[in-house]
């Protein structure tokens, strides 16, 4: 086709989206077919606090072990200065 010019073959936005119909993608396919025997059940936005809290550590008791860490860190790093020959 060597009589276009390169504006008539630019692919153009508008056109695409104005189509009538999209075809949906394979994911959404395969989820329908799933779905339309076996649909999902519903499941809550965000967890339920006394389940999360349960296998949790209090807040104060990671500060504690944190704080403890960096106090380790200091005296082993101080007892090798220490040591050190001069």
């Known amino acids: 086709m060597p009589d276009r010019n390169d ?4 692919y153009d936005l508008r056109w695409a989206d ?6 949906p993608s394979a994911r959404a ?8 025997e076996n649909p999902p059940g519903p499941v809550p936005f965000r967890a339920d606090p ?5 296998g949790r550590r209090s ?5 504690a072990v944190v704080l403890g ?3 380790a860190v200091i005296v082993l790093l ?4 220490f040591r050190a020959p001069y």
């Open 69 to 71: 860490c960096v106090a």
């Open 78 to 81: 101080g007892y090798v200065n």
């Open 59 to 63: 807040s104060w008791v990671s500060t």
């Open 29 to 36: 396919r395969m989820l329908a077919a799933r779905w339309k």
């Open 18 to 23: 104005g189509a009538e119909h999209k075809e």
């Open 7 to 10: 504006e008539e073959r630019e």
């Open 50 to 54: 006394e389940h999360v809290r349960s």
